[in-house]
Nanobody, 123 residues
Framework: QVQLVESGGGLVQAGGSLRPSCAAS????????MGWFRQAPGKEREFVSA????????TYADSVKGRFTISRGNGKNTLYLLMKDLTPEDTDRYYC????????????????WGQGTQVTVSS
């Protein structure tokens, strides 16, 4: 069983940067595709980015492409999301996800989820 714990969210001004992280535990976590989703109250969870375990191929939602960068630590048990040029529209709770097929990476059907970390961008 994989457990995920996010941290590193916070309050930042528009144009600023944050780098949330996700600590993952589990015996085979290095072979899990991992990703980030975000969700605002009353809205559906939205795909942000994913990284493939085998070759670190990364994909992004169009809304964050060029501003966000997903990466994994050397041991592959930590996931990061470097967010730059933040706008108020990026204000959401950000969730780490693990255990999904690459073809379904943009669907909210991962086997494991963290509790989320809040990111708030002020104008």
């Amino acid at each position: 069983q994989v457990q995920l714990v996010e941290s590193g969210g916070g309050l930042v001004q528009a144009g600023g940067s944050l780098r949330p992280s996700c600590a993952a535990s589990g015996s085979t976590i290095d072979r899990y595709n991992m990703g980030w989703f975000r969700q605002a109250p009353g809205k559906e969870r939205e795909f942000v980015s994913a990284i493939r375990w085998s070759d670190s191929l990364a994909t992004y939602a169009d809304s964050v492409k060029g501003r966000f960068t997903i990466s994994r630590g050397n041991g592959k048990n930590t996931l990061y999301l470097l967010m730059k040029d933040l706008t108020p529209e990026d204000t959401d709770r950000y969730y780490c996800a693990a255990g999904f097929t690459w073809l379904q990476r943009e669907m909210s059907n991962a086997r494991s989820w963290g509790q989320g970390t809040q990111v708030t961008v002020s104008s």
